[in-house]
């Protein structure tokens, strides 16, 4: 079954630290992986987007790595801010099947000044 | 630009009652979706579309209904609603509707709906 775990659920740092979240997927076969932020009361924005042949891509402070070997894949956030408080869901896509998209459950992000 | 708009954001109905959340998208994208939102789960893909005139069911489809008659907007309506439908429905959209899906899903803000 396609699946993408993520961890921590939950996480709480102080403002101005590091921090790095991480997806597992057993998607396949496999397309490309995305990460997305969604502040609470929005839908989710789009961070990166990363295929197979791909192993890191940036965007301002955040930073996706992807190991297609593993199927493992961490979002960086550097130097944090209040407003990276949000949840950030890693979703896969696969190149086969209906369900195009298989999103994570989310890591809820919490930046304390 | 106003990118992927839904209506209402909120909204409350009776066991039984029918309603159609509207999704309009003003970027000419072919691909849409709807998405449900729970606690301690990942958007579920309800319905979606890849272009006008064509629409396919996704992970959980029963009680809802679409149709895409235009490419700007994508309808999702609710039969007869359920407690059970109680959640967040998110509507998005993107470019690509063919391998390698590489656009980025382009998300409204959401309804939230709950049924009593």
């Known amino acids: 079954k396609n699946q993408v775990e993520q961890s921590p659920q939950s996480l709480i740092i102080l403002e101005g630290k590091n921090c790095t979240l991480q997806?597992?997927?057993?998607?396949?076969?496999?397309?490309?992986l995305r990460w997305y932020k969604q502040d609470t009361g929005r839908g989710p924005v789009s961070l990166t987007i990363?295929?197979?042949?791909?192993n890191t891509k940036s965007n301002g402070r955040y930073t996706a790595t992807l190991d297609a070997d593993t199927k493992q894949s961490s979002l960086h956030i550097t130097a944090s801010q209040l407003s990276d408080s949000a949840s950030y869901i890693c979703?896969?896509?696969?190149?086969?099947?209906?369900?195009?998209?298989?999103f994570g459950t989310g890591t809820r992000l919490k930046v304390l000044a | 630009n106003a990118g992927v708009t839904q209506t209402p954001k909120f909204q409350v109905l009776k066991t039984g009652q029918s309603m159609t959340l509207q999704c309009a998208q003003d970027m000419n994208h072919e691909y849409m979706s709807w998405y449900r939102q729970d606690p301690g789960m990942g958007l579920r893909l309800i319905h979606y579309s890849v272009g006008a005139g064509i629409t396919d069911q996704g992970e959980v489809p029963n009680g809802y209904n679409v149709s895409r008659s235009t490419t700007e907007d994508f309808p999702l309506r609710l039969l007869s609603a359920a407690p059970s439908q109680t959640s967040v429905y998110f509507c998005?959209?993107?470019?690509?509707?063919?391998?390698?899906?590489?656009?980025?899903?382009?998300f409204g803000n959401g309804t939230r709906l709950t049924v009593t």
């Open positions: 990363m295929t197979f042949s791909e």
């Open positions: 997806c597992n997927y057993t998607v396949s076969p496999f397309s490309n």
């Open positions: 998005a959209s993107s470019y690509a509707s063919e391998p390698p899906y590489n656009s980025p899903l382009h």
């Open positions: 979703v896969v896509s696969a190149t086969s099947g209906t369900y195009k998209y298989i």
